[in-house]
C-alpha cells in the first residue's frame, strides 16, 4: 500500500530532540533540581483516591483557573491553562496564527517558538538580536513594520541566554506591533521582574508560564497563559474538549497552596546559579547574565581545540556531568548551557569543568 503523504511543509522538518544519556549528574534540562514538598505528595495521593475516574474531568479546569487567578491577583476568565506551556503556545498559534500569517522571533531564542509555527502553517520569521543577544530595538521596529507579524513571540529570560527582557523593551514591542506578543515566562519567577504586571484587558499581550521548573512539576506537563479575557474566551474555543485531566487539575491546584517552599526553592537555585557564574568568571568564561535557572557559557578558544565547546562538553560527560550542547542554536558555537541543581550537583559540575579546562 501506498503510504500516505505529510503535508508539503513538513516534509523537511525535524522533531524537536533533547537526547539523554545515563550520567550521575543531569543539567541539560533545566528541570527543578528539588522534587515537590512532601506534603504535596501526601495531599495529592489522598484527593487521587477520591477521584470519581468514570466521570469526565471539569471541562474548564475551573477550580485550577481561579487558583492560578488568585495567585497573580487578576480575574478568573484572564487564565487558561493546558498541557504544558508549548500547548499553550500551539493553542495560541492554532487561534492567531496558520496559513497566510506570520510569527515573529528574535534569535536565539526558545526553538519550539519557531517550531510550533510551522506546525501550524504558520509562517516565520527569525530576526537577531545582537552580538551580545540583547533585543535590537530599531531593528525590532523596523521588522515589525515590514512584516506585519499576527504573533511576535519575546521570551522572557530568555532561553538559552538566560537574559531578561527590560519592561521598556516588552512595552516598546508591544506598542509596534499590529498583533498578539507572547512574552514566554518558563523561568519568570527567577527573574527579578515579570511582564504580568503589563497585562490588561486593552493590550493584545499575553504572558505563559508553566508548573515544570519552580513548581517541581516537570511530569505532571502543566502550564498556563495569563491574557486578556476575551482572548481567553477564543483560546477555549480551539482547545479540544476536557485537554486537562482530573489529576492534572488536582496537581497543579494543590502545588499552589505551597508558594512559601516554591520562593524558598527559588531563593536557593538564585543564589546556586549566581555561585555557578561566578566560578565561570573565575576559570575564564564568557558568562551571560541570567534571570533563569540556567547559565549560558563560552570558552574562549584562544587557538586550543581543546577548549571547543563539542571537547568541554564530551570531557564533562566523560565525568559523567550532562550539559546542554548549545552549538545547533543560531550563533551559539561552543556554547553550553547548565542547569542550576543542588549545591553538590554543582560542586561536581564544578569540579569537572575545572579539571576539563585546565
Known sequence: MTRPPVRDDLRALEGYHSPQVEVDVRLNTNESPEPPPLGWRDAYAAELSRVEWHRYPDRGATVLRRAIAELHGV?????FAANGSNEV????????????RTALTFEPTYQLHSHIARLTATGVVEAERTAEFELDLGLAQRVIAEVQPAITFLCSPNNPTGMVETEHSIRAVASWAPGLVVVDEAYGQFA???????????????????FSKTWSMAAARLGYLVGPSWLIAELDKVALPYHLDTAKQIAGTLALTFVDEMEAR????VAQRERIQAVLCDLGAKVWPSG??????????RGNAQLSGDAIWQG?????VLVRNCASWPRLDDCLRVTVGTEEENDRFLEALAEVVA
Open 75 to 79: 480575574g478568573e476568565d484572564q487564565v
Open 89 to 100: 503556545l500551539q493553542t495560541l498559534l492554532l487561534t492567531y496564527g496558520g496559513p497566510g
Open 192 to 210: 527579578p521582574w515579570s511582564a504580568l504586571a503589563l497585562v490588561d484587558e486593552e493590550t493584545p499581550l499575553v504572558v505563559s508560564r508553566t
Open 266 to 269: 527559588v531563593a536557593r537555585v
Open 292 to 301: 533563569a535557572n540556567f547559565v549560558l557559557f563560552r570558552f574562549p578558544r
Open 316 to 320: 564533562l560527560l566523560d565525568r559523567s
